[in-house]
């Protein structure tokens, strides 16, 4: 008997066949979802012209007393609070969307240190409704188990410095600062502390708390956020948005100075030609570094400084990288390249030595890590296009590229950064005169609102400072058992995408657990990026499993019941 080929359309039809049905709803279920939908729709359009026309008479009363941009800033401030209160999920994707370009907001509207927690009003509402989601629900409020206990010791330690160094200074009303020495910017130098008494330790303590353990629920927020694995494309496709949208606006700037139509700190005058200024700001970002013929140029990008710019360049290798070879679609992994591509250009424009530095060797180690260096069909494909856009952008601007190696190669050599790190690990230890540090907010740059602080290159040495030994151990316990557990749900990740997704992401909270060198766990964008993708890590065994669920036909028995709890939550 001869056995005919199967046509293109005999297994279009069998795949159809052993594919599962999908459930056939009836009239009635179908005028059900419809009224639901339509009463949904009512109550969001009802709560937003409420909220909308409470946030308008306030802010019309506080702009009569306070000036037009308070009033503004107060109604706006108003109204996405109360509806991120309501709808935690779209203000946590809100969160994340406004998060890069927070700086560059916050400089067109006016330099105040409110703006400068802007974010956070769609941040923390959101938090109060992934709190009350789970005490609702019964679900943990702490993800991973294991970190609970390093957590908590760390806090008690945060507590008993902001108790009793913090007010023993707020009652004292002495300067620690005073008659010590503190770290200068170049060189890991130090010079004479010319400081007075003053300022408000407690406040200044609560800030520091709050930028030391402030971002760490990002990690449950995360958890509960992806959903399935439709929610993760979503987060990653939308960070490569991000990516570009950012290197744009980035590369516009730099034209902008490059062709004079703004004059950066060129024309500045002795010590101001080599330090980046606020005055000098250009189209985005804030405070930045132009002076060509004297070979410094240090661009914010969109953020409110040049370091954060060069840290936001060495997060976005890595994510870029994580779609460039995970996405399933192989125009999202064109455009992860592009994004890739995107980042190296920009971290030579933007005289970023870090990210020059660092972004490199990232994308060796994701490529060894993840595996896909054995992938040819991928790699090989990815690399050629990748040395094509770099090479093209090189070869038109040798001068730059050299500039930038040549500023890279004099600094390692005026400042080694392992020399640098070892003397501000020296002096943050012989300043030391207790267990419990120098006080909450005492070496961070965002508290220097409420007093004088010391000034640290270096994000243990700082904490050191602040928390004394006991409380680093505390730390680099939390960020130890995170990285552990974060490793462990990634390899138990059997599906190949998903697991590549967690590989980029895990070497990423490795790198920045144990990264000394500055202080990006202080600051935008990597203090919010690193708990929240160490969430992400943490859901990829569910996710794992739900696909193997779906593989097998086979429909999550809690899935309806679990759903309705997230949309009754505020989490559809």
Known sequence: MLKTKPTRKSKRKSKQQDAPEAPVLSIKERIAQKKKADRLRKEIINFTIFAAFFSAIIGLIVGLTGGWKAGVGSGVGILYTSLSFKYPRHALWAFLIYLPFGGTITYYIGNSPLLQLA??????????????????????????????????????LCLFTLVFVNGMQ???????????????????????????????????GILGLKVLMGYIPLIVCAYYLIRDKKDL???????????????????????????????????????????????????????LL???????????????????????????????????????LARWRTIGLLSMASVFVMAVLSGQRIALAVVPVSI???????????????????????????????VNNPAIVQERVDSFQSRWEA?????????????????????????????????????????????YPKLIYEIGPLGVLAFLAVVTVLTIETFRAYRSVKERNLR????????????????????????????VYYWFFAGVVLKLPELDRQEKLAVQGIEEPKASKKRKRLKRAGFS
């Open 233 to 287: 494309l979503f987060l990653t496709r939308m960070t490569l948005a991000i990516i570009l949208t950012c290197c744009g606006l980035a590369f516009v700037q730099y034209l902008f100075l490059k062709t004079g139509r703004c004059e950066g700190t060129r024309f500045a005058q002795g010590a101001n030609l080599f330090r980046a200024s606020l005055e000098a700001k250009c189209f985005v970002g804030g405070s």
């Open 415 to 459: 400042s080694p950064p392992q020399r640098f790190i070892t003397d501000q690990f020296r002096w943050a230890l012989g300043v030391q005169e207790g267990i419990l540090g120098k006080g909450l907010g005492r070496a961070t740059n965002s508290a220097r609102v409420f007093g004088d602080t010391a000034f640290f290159e270096t994000y």
């Open 500 to 527: 590549s997704y967690g590989a980029s992401f895990w070497v990423f909270v490795l790198l920045i657990s144990y990264n000394t060198y500055y202080y990006p766990l202080d600051v935008d964008p990597v203090a």
């Open 119 to 156: 974010k956070d009003g769609f941040y923390i509402p959101a938090l109060f409704g992934v709190i009350q989601y789970c005490r609702r629900e019964n679900l943990p409020l702490l993800i991973p188990k294991r970190l609970v206990a390093p957590l908590a010791i760390l806090l008690v």
């Open 364 to 394: 060796g180690v994701l490529l060894v890590l993840t595996g896909q260096v054995v992938n040819l069909k991928r790699f090989i494909p990815a690399a050629v296009i990748l040395a094509i856009v770099l090479g093209v952008a090189s």
């Open 170 to 204: 707020q009652l004292s009303a002495t300067n620690p600062l005073e008659g010590t020495l503190y770290a200068a910017a170049e060189g890991g130098l130090y010079e004479d502390a010319d400081v007075s008494a003053g300022g408000n330790p407690i406040l200044m």
């Open 290 to 328: 132009y002076s060509p013929d004297q070979g410094q140029i240090r661009l914010p990008g969109t953020f409110v400084a040049p370091w954060q710019w060069g840290w936001f360049l060495i997060s976005a290798g890595f994510f870029s990288f994580a779609s460039a070879f995970s996405d399933p």
